[in-house]
């Protein structure tokens, strides 16, 4: 089991950047491929990003490609979430999760994740 910690929210405008962090415990992090999503206000949880287990490969949203890039530290046992070029849309809360399989690569949706945090807010005013 991985226990995940998320942070780096937080209230910027329109064009701005975050990066948002997320500290897992726990000895199975580097075999697990992590994801974030997002919450909006009024709307279900959303897949944003998944990075593999060894962060070779990435996959997103269309709604954040070329803006936002999934990126993690396996020594630093930490994921992250670098946000650039922030839209009013991309307000919500932010989640972190891990697959609940080992060394799979291709859960894009929240089914496929077993882990989860309990979310960092991001605001982004006009």
């Known amino acids: 089991q991985v226990q995940l910690v998320e942070s780096g929210g937080g209230l910027v405008q329109a064009g701005d950047s975050l990066r948002l962090s997320c500290a897992a415990s726990?000895?199975?992090?580097?075999?697990?491929?992590m994801g974030w999503f997002r919450q909006a206000p009024g709307k279900e949880r959303a897949f944003v990003a998944a990075v593999s287990w060894d962060g070779g490969s990435t996959y997103y949203t269309d709604s954040v490609k070329g803006r936002f890039t999934i990126s993690r530290d396996n020594a630093k046992n930490t994921v992250y979430l670098q946000m650039n070029s922030l839209k009013p849309e991309d307000t919500g809360v932010y989640y972190c999760a891990a697959d609940v399989k080992m060394y799979y690569w291709g859960s894009y949706h929240q089914a496929g994740f077993g882990s989860w945090g309990q979310g960092t807010q991001v605001t982004v005013s006009s």
């Open positions: 726990g000895r199975t992090f580097s075999t697990r491929s």
